[in-house]
């Protein structure tokens, strides 16, 4: 039972941390595109 929790918890972190680094990298791309438009605004 407690190796089915380990793995499970295991499962469920690799599936957390590999969302976060997604959303990380789609709020870096949209910051960045709206660095470079305001920089070309000016």
């Keep these: 039972m407690y190796g089915f929790f380990k793995r499970?918890?295991?499962?469920?972190?690799?599936?957390?941390?590999?969302r976060?680094?997604?959303v990380s990298t789609i709020i870096i791309l949209v910051v960045a595109t709206n660095n470079v438009k305001l920089s070309t605004n000016l």
């Design 8 to 18: 499970r918890s295991h499962e469920v972190f690799q599936a957390v941390s590999g």
């Design 20 to 22: 976060l680094l997604f």
